[in-house]
């Protein structure tokens, strides 16, 4: 006998994501919302997304085609209105969760309220090629929370969840796994991120310029500095 449905609402966010969407939707179909947000995609993201949900929405109220995202948190406070359940999950459409987080999450629903946290750190574990780098630690980000223990996400680039007052993140036990992407793809996201810093700074002091580009080059030098690691990394496991 099938299972009951997961009570949480799953936001995915598209654009022209259709060689990696089924994987992606094909790991939380057992939820009972799945909202996607597209871009106006031109490829077949619709069509594969049709196939798990009809709540499929877009992401601005232009019609130009092939949208890149402006303001992450916008976009996703979007989706958090839409959602009709309590808790609530997003991923990004190259992503994936493994049957044991999805099981994780279940049991953590179904608790609801008798839960001692509210708000989640969903593990992180990339994966090249097809396969799990089981020698990189994962990195974790609060994915997964009941919705009226935040308020709502945060920062144009690199969105985030905070909790409000009062209530402390826990850390789920089971990961998503994290394709990387290659040197080409991840320039073209970092370039797109650069420029949405710079409109962001242009009317800012030069102080306060300096302070902030700091942070941000630190961050993207975490960043490459982990995807190097990883491609140097020799994993014992295979394709999750």
């Known amino acids: 006998m099938a299972q009951e449905k997961i009570q949480c609402t799953v936001q995915v966010?598209?654009?022209?994501s259709?060689?990696?969407?089924?994987?992606?939707?094909?790991?939380?179909?057992?939820f009972a919302e799945i909202i996607i947000l597209d871009g106006n995609s031109t490829d077949n993201t619709l069509e594969i997304a049709k196939q798990y949900t009809h709540k499929i929405y877009p992401q601005t109220d232009s019609k130009e085609k092939n949208i890149r995202i402006e303001?992450?948190?916008a976009v996703r406070n979007r989706g958090l209105k839409l959602a009709t359940l309590d808790?609530?999950?997003?991923?990004?459409s190259d992503e994936y969760l493994s049957k044991e987080s999805v099981e994780e999450i279940r049991h953590i629903v179904k608790q609801d309220k008798d839960n001692t946290y509210f708000v989640y750190n969903l593990p992180r574990k990339y994966v090249l090629n097809g396969i799990v780098l089981e020698q990189m630690k994962p990195t974790?980000?609060?994915?997964?929370f009941y919705i009226s223990a935040t308020d709502g996400f945060k920062k144009r680039v690199h969105e985030r969840i905070y909790p409000k007052q009062g209530y402390e993140i826990g850390t789920l036990k089971n990961p998503e796994f994290v394709p990387l992407e290659d040197i080409k793809e991840l320039q073209k996201k970092?370039?797109?991120?650069?420029d949405i810093e710079q409109d962001k700074m242009k009317d800012i002091t030069w102080p306060v310029f300096f302070v902030k580009m700091r942070a941000n080059i630190i961050k993207?030098?975490?960043y490459f500095v982990k995807m190097m690691l990883n491609l140097l990394a020799h994993p014992?496991?295979?394709i999750p």
Not at 140 to 144: A, E, L, S, T
Not at 190 to 194: D, I, T
């Open 13 to 16: 966010l598209t654009l022209n």
């Open 18 to 30: 259709g060689k990696t969407l089924e994987k992606c939707l094909e790991s939380v179909k057992d």
């Open 71 to 73: 303001d992450f948190s």
């Open 87 to 92: 808790w609530f999950l997003f991923i990004d």
């Open 140 to 144: 974790y980000q609060p994915r997964f």
């Open 190 to 194: 970092w370039n797109h991120y650069l």
């Open 220 to 222: 993207f030098l975490k």
């Open 236 to 238: 014992k496991s295979g």
